[in-house]
């Protein structure tokens, strides 16, 4: 039923183009709008203007009144965590890695299904394949990118290597932590802002709607200095300027 309605979706936002390209410009010039090019034919990423950031009821801050969204992409991955000696501390969060799929034009068609893809994700593991689409939510999902901690523990988007590689690089800070709806299992939705090491246009990113990731309560019966991965999904809605 969903992917029916996405489809025909599609095929209306496709026709629609079809009928006017021009409307594929958006209301800015394509230069000055980093990474909104069309990334498929059913596709116009100029609609992600109309698509609002799902943070009301968090603590979450709203982007800054420059940016705009570049990109909506689920990403599928661990969350890394070390134990010392004591088993009664907690574990300690060491990074993530995560494979980062385009989720754009299910956000600007479908707000329901992008909200249930993460959890959906979460059911299915990493296609052997690392470059292959993931299939999740009745259809495949292109790989954007990837997301990686550097040796110094900074979050990190690559986008180079993905159909917007305008996008380029974010390295980034946390910037507001707020407690997933189901917090026991899911890791917290944060934002995170642009930090020294970014190449390109990213000024903001967005943890939401996140699945999984959660550690172990505490280090019991963890081997010291053993890396403890717990599987994860989560969208990361990328603002740019
Ligand atoms: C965004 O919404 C406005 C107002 O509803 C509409 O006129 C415009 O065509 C929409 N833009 C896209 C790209 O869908
Ligand atoms: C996380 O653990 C995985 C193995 O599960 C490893 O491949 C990856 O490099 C680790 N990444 C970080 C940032 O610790
Ligand atoms: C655990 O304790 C041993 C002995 O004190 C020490 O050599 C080792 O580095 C400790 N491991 C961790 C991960 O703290």
Known sequence: M??????STLVAIATTSNAAPTLSLGPRSVLSKHGRRQISAECDLSALDNVTLPIAGTSLPAPGADF??????????VQNYTCGNDSTAAPVSTGAIAILYEASCVGVADPDLLASLPGQALAISLP???????DCGSQPLERAGHHFFTAAKVPTFDFTESGDPELGLGAMSVGVKSPAPDASTAVPWLSLNRADGSVGPIQSIYRLNT????????CANQEPGATISVQYAAQYWVYSQ
Do not use: C, E, M, N
């Open 128 to 134: 052997d394949d690392p470059q292959a689409d993931l």
């Open 211 to 218: 699945a999984g990731g959660v550690a172990p309560a505490t």
């Open 2 to 7: 969903k992917a029916g309605l996405l489809l």
């Open 68 to 77: 705009f969204l570049a990109s909506i992409t689920v990403g599928r991955g």
